[in-house]
């Protein structure tokens, strides 16, 4: 999937949602998400994708109106390739910055598949960064905090912190 290189550029990721590019990334990747044989390269370049595309605030709304919150989610509970979980977390983390979808990422169950995320992936310092910087976006509210820390955010978040301090001081 090309759009993932070509979305780099802001410019380029408005013409890709004014010509209806928008529901094709979304269709791909919930297709490969309900596979039988599932391709990680395509639900990863289609997560990088919508990370790019998810720094425009009118790209925002149209991802969040097609349905592109549960998408994401779908994909990173369906495959668990550090790509689709990096790429996912850093599209969600964009679209925290609309107060709307930080409702509808909680509506969803977003935080519980943000945590399973971080603790499958514990290794992969992107996927934790994303990760992190997503659960840091949508903790915008008090309610979204208090879920967090019930679903046993807190623990998660320390215990990763940790491991990369303690990469950091050995590397």
Excluded: W
């Excluded at 290189?5 to 010509?19: C, F, H, Q």
């Excluded at 149209?62 to 990096?86: K, Q």
């Excluded at 983390?93 to 514990?122: D, P």
């Excluded at 990763?160 to 990469?167: C, E, G, Y």
């Amino acid at each position: 999937m090309a759009l993932g290189r070509i979305a780099v550029n802001t410019d380029t990721g408005k013409t890709i949602a004014a010509v209806g590019g928008i529901p094709v990334v979304l269709a791909a990747i919930a297709a490969q998400t309900t596979a039988h044989t599932r391709h990680a390269s395509i639900q990863g370049q289609g997560c990088r994708a919508l990370a790019y595309l998810t720094r425009n605030a009118d790209n925002q709304r149209a991802i969040a109106a097609a349905e592109g919150i549960p998408v994401l989610l779908a994909a990173m509970t369906a495959c668990r390739d550090a790509l689709v979980l990096e790429y996912s977390c850093t599209a969600l983390a964009n679209l925290a910055a609309n107060t709307n979808n930080i409702k509808v990422f909680a509506a969803v169950g977003g935080i519980c598949v943000v945590l399973a995320a971080m603790t499958a992936h514990g290794g992969h310092a992107r996927v934790q960064k994303q990760d992190c910087r997503a659960l840091a976006n949508f903790a915008a509210t008090v309610d979204i905090i208090t879920a967090i820390v019930a679903e046993g955010g807190i623990p998660v978040v320390h215990h990763r912190a940790a491991i990369q301090r303690t990469r950091e001081m050995h590397s």
